[in-house]
DNA sequence: AGCCCCGGTGAAGTC
DNA sequence: CACCGGGGCT
């Protein structure tokens, strides 16, 4: 039998057998960069390293997964079951629940996802008296989000003189008093956020030496997939944690990195050499995955960025079909062609609808899409948008089941303490949080010892509070002995909610007690896997701190076999939608974000939805770092194809129920023509004469523009009239402000030798116009530059005699 | 307390 | 168009 390193060409061997010291492998898209991570991890258990030293880091616990499945398959399940692998979040979290006491928190704090921080944002907005229209939640988490990852304290931000500069800059002086609250009130919750569970590890790493020599002696053997994609929080983690062996190894592709927008430092990478001097660095470059064609066009577009390492990706697969370019008049159109050409690509060549994949920018694209398609009866399936445990129904129960785990869970209090409801209104609860944060406690302090308080409830809702923490009480003595599923069954009946759903016949509130069921049905599942020895180590801790103090006596008969609702808990919390899909279910074609498909592969891959303020999404535009993020995404969609990838982009869609007009992408344009299959005049003839597609065009009046035909939105936003072909034209408001628009209007009474005056180039001449308003282009000499083309309808221009 | 309707406002990507 | 929050009504 051949040994399982055969399986890789001469560079892959070299790469997975260097074990020891730091390794960095760049590894181009589709060149087999999982199959050398794990082969490597498999490598280093046959050479006798013990599992309990190996640990890898990889971005979706889906892909830990099936690493680990794949290294099971060649050196055997019982060694296999002890290594670590996993997300950073997933990893870290379990660390910290192990030691979270030595930094202040409870081992059974509850992790907040971005909702729950948002309620706690808005809390504080309101505590201070702030605006939420000018300290928008979402921006004000995006903001201390950002500092988290940058190891920014909330001491440091509010005496960095920089941030506190940009906070002055963007009217929001408040933003360190808000962020150091945030942490303050989490911290007595019992609660961390995503950004926590790295931030405090780094906390954690830094303030005890004796921690940080357990988890180096640890984790001897490092390996972190998807390196491009790390923040500065994480590279930290490594850095330290690999100090003492310096056994690490990243693997990675900067050409992939596309999660700047989270705080991805793609300098990581970059920098790698930096940290490591003697480091060894492989580069794979054999792409197995695609055709010729589709690797070429790939190499020529990824060629437009400036930052990135020199490496050659080629392949020895066949040349393959030419990248097929798809117009369509409007977006419902542009899903009927693709849907069409996935019928007729079946027919004629017996593919399976789970060959082929949609990729769009944004999730909202999906619709046309799945119209399309559900006519033509093709069966699909679409990937993230809101994910199961995002869904109303189960937060609140999961929001009793938290609760429960750690009362001082605020957020969950708040959620449930009137669902289903019991007449404990707004009025009440707005007592109890003044209560609360006068006396600087939790909630639940509050509520479970009422009588102390003289909040002026009177005595009904005061009962009724009574009888929610009884309840929640009596679940409490019963997590240690009850498994998960026996509790959670129990919890979701008493608490009222299986009842509340049942009882709703809507379409909508059968779908909800189908997902509760669904997530009991999970929580069964997960009660019959046996223990894996890591989970076995972690609920000795947990345990010990769940078990209530005053029910010491029956501590001898605590059966620790039991898997019990709270580390049901932690094993979901960390789970994205990705993990959570089953591929296996149907024969599907896919529909997801470029995002959502990085790191998959299909035959046929159709890239949606390009034009320009689409993809590249409009924020990316004016600065070069996001437009270059937005090209590596757009060379991450088009390297998932193994046989053929379409391109499509429509000249109208509608967003935000507008209809706006858009141009093709200039990632379209940076293909050379070799390589696509279209017919000229398709892009050429952007504003045709063709059928409007459905859309309204009611808005002439003998030829001309009547304005009382405008719907409300149309009149709201900007809108421009092109006379030459009947249109309208949005003028987005983000990118032109309105005394600009008025300031290019002008321009079109512009013709060959005027001479004018530019904000920035000086004095010109028009030496020649062309094309046909909107799309005038100008010819101009100026004075001190020289010569420039420019859009007439964006360029700032004065005509001066 | 809870429901409904209205209007204003807002869509990138995710652990 | 879709969602959310506020206000008014029951």
């Given at each position: ?241 690999a100090a003492r062996f310096q056994n690490i190894c990243v693997v990675g592709d ?39 064609t589709i690797v070429a066009a790939a190499n020529q577009i990824i060629a437009n ?14 040349e393959g079909y030419l990248l097929k370019v798809i117009k369509a008049n409007t ?471």
């Amino acid at each position: 039998m051949n040994h399982f390193l055969d399986e890789l060409n001469s560079i892959q061997r070299e790469a997975a057998k260097s074990t020891e010291g730091p390794v960095m492998i760049i590894a181009g898209a589709g060149s087999g960069k999982t199959r050398v991570l794990t082969y490597r991890i498999a490598h280093l258990i046959e050479k006798n390293v013990d599992t309990f030293n190996i640990l890898a880091l990889t971005f979706t616990n889906k892909a830990a997964k099936e690493m680990k499945e794949r290294i099971a398959k060649i050196i055997g399940h019982s060694e296999a079951k002890n290594l670590w692998m996993g997300t950073f979040h997933s990893v870290f979290a379990k660390i910290l629940r192990i030691e979270a006491e030595k930094i202040g928190y409870p081992n059974n704090f509850t992790i907040y996802d971005t909702e729950d921080s948002k309620s706690v944002i808005k809390e504080i907005l309101k505590q201070f008296n702030l605006d939420d229209k000018i300290y928008k939640p979402s921006l004000v988490l995006n903001r201390i989000s950002d500092a988290k990852n940058k190891l920014i304290s909330p001491q440091h931000y509010q005496n960095n003189i920089l941030t506190q500069q940009e906070d002055q800059n963007s009217r929001k002086p408040l933003l360190g008093q808000i962020y150091a609250n945030y942490q303050k009130r989490n911290f007595k919750t019992g609660a961390m956020d995503f950004d926590d569970l790295l931030y405090q590890t780094n906390v954690l790493l830094r303030d005890f030496p004796d921690v940080l020599l357990k988890y180096q002696n640890k984790f001897r053997y490092i390996s972190v997939d998807e390196y491009q994609d790390t923040n500065f929080s994480q590279y930290l983690i490594i850095k330290q944690l690999a100090a003492r062996f310096q056994n690490i190894c990243v693997v990675g592709d900067d050409a992939q990195s596309i999660y700047a927008f989270r705080g991805a430092n793609i300098q990581n990478i970059l920098n790698f050499e930096k940290d490591y001097p003697d480091l060894k660095t492989y580069k794979l470059e054999q792409n197995y995955r695609s055709t010729k064609t589709i690797v070429a066009a790939a190499n020529q577009i990824i060629a437009n960025n400036k930052e990135q390492f020199k490496k050659t990706v080629f392949t020895e697969n066949e040349e393959g079909y030419l990248l097929k370019v798809i117009k369509a008049n409007t977006d419902n159109e542009e899903g009927q062609k693709i849907a069409n050409h996935i019928f007729e690509t079946k027919s004629q060549n017996q593919i399976m609808n789970s060959d082929f994949a949609i990729l769009y920018r944004t999730n909202a694209q999906s619709r046309s899409f799945e119209e399309a398609l559900r006519k033509l009866n093709i069966a699909y399936k679409i990937y993230g948008g809101i994910s199961f445990y995002q869904r109303k129904e189960i937060k609140d129960l999961l929001s009793y089941f938290r609760l429960i785990i750690n009362n001082s869970d605020d957020e969950s209090i708040k959620r449930i303490i009137n669902y289903p409801a019991r007449g404990i209104g707004q009025t009440t609860i707005d007592k109890l949080t003044v209560a609360a944060l006068e006396h600087d406690i939790s909630l639940w302090t509050v509520i479970s010892n009422l009588k102390e308080f003289n909040l002026g409830i009177n005595a009904g809702i005061s009962t009724k509070i009574n009888d929610f923490v009884t309840q929640i009480k009596s679940f409490n003595l019963l997590l240690a002995y009850k498994d998960a599923y026996e509790l959670a069954n129990q919890i979701a009946v008493s608490c009222g909610i299986v009842k509340e759903l049942y009882n709703d016949k809507t379409p909508e509130g059968v779908s909800r007690y189908e997902n509760i069921q669904e997530l009991l049905n999970g929580i069964k599942d997960f009660v019959e896997q046996p223990r894996t020895p890591q989970e076995n180590e972690l609920n000795e801790v947990i345990k010990s701190v769940i078990d209530p103090s005053n029910s010491t006596e029956f501590n001898e008969e605590t059966d620790y076999s039991l898997k019990t609702l709270d580390e049901f808990m932690q094993e979901i919390t960390l789970l994205t939608n990705v993990d959570k899909e089953d591929d296996k279910e149907g024969d599907k074609v896919s529909l997801m974000t470029v995002h959502a498909a990085k790191g998959l592969e299909f035959k046929y891959v159709y890239i949606v939805g390009l034009e320009e303020n689409l993809f590249p999404s409009q924020l990316s535009i004016s600065s070069r770092s996001d437009l270059e993020e937005e090209r590596r995404l757009f060379y991450v969609a088009i390297t998932r194809a193994e046989k053929q990838a379409i391109l499509s982009f429509a000249t109208m869609r509608y967003r935000f129920g507008n209809i706006t007009y858009c141009e093709p992408s200039r990632f379209i344009n940076e293909i050379d023509d070799k390589y696509l299959d279209y017919p000229k005049e398709n892009i050429q003839k952007k504003f045709s004469d063709d059928s409007f597609g459905g859309y309204r065009t009611n808005y002439l009046k003998n030829n001309k523009l009547d304005e009382n035909a405008l719907t409300n939105n149309e009149k709201t936003n900007v809108i421009t009239f092109n006379p030459s072909n009947k249109k309208l034209i949005k003028i987005n408001s983000n990118l032109s402000s309105s005394s600009s628009i008025l300031d290019t209007k002008l321009n079109k009474n512009l013709i060959a030798g005027d001479w004018v005056l530019h904000d920035k180039f000086g004095k010109g001449q028009i030496s020649a116009l062309e094309g046909n308003w909107p799309e005038t282009k100008a010819n101009i000499i100026f004075e001190n530059v020289g010569q420039k083309s420019l859009l007439l309808k964006f360029a700032r221009l004065n005509k001066i005699n």
